[in-house]
């Protein structure tokens, strides 16, 4: 059996894909939200968010709307 992969790394020595019990993927932090009154419908469907703090516009262009 060929154990060197067609990038040419040693495949045999490397552990196994599947994850155990004892392996980590990932610890997901994040923080609590307080609640805050939402936008109405017309202006949370322009913003792209129904909460005010969450509204961080992105520009491209690094302009003002």
């Not at 609640?35 to 469907?45: F, M, N, S, T, V």
């Amino acid at each position: 059996m060929n154990t060197i992969s067609s990038s040419g790394c040693d495949t045999s020595k490397r552990p196994p894909a599947t994850p155990s019990e004892s392996v980590h993927l990932a610890i997901a932090t994040v923080p609590m939200q307080p609640w805050e009154q939402p936008y109405d419908p017309a202006a949370a469907l322009k913003h792209g968010t129904i909460f005010p703090s969450l509204n961080l516009p992105f520009y491209v262009t690094g302009g003002d709307l």
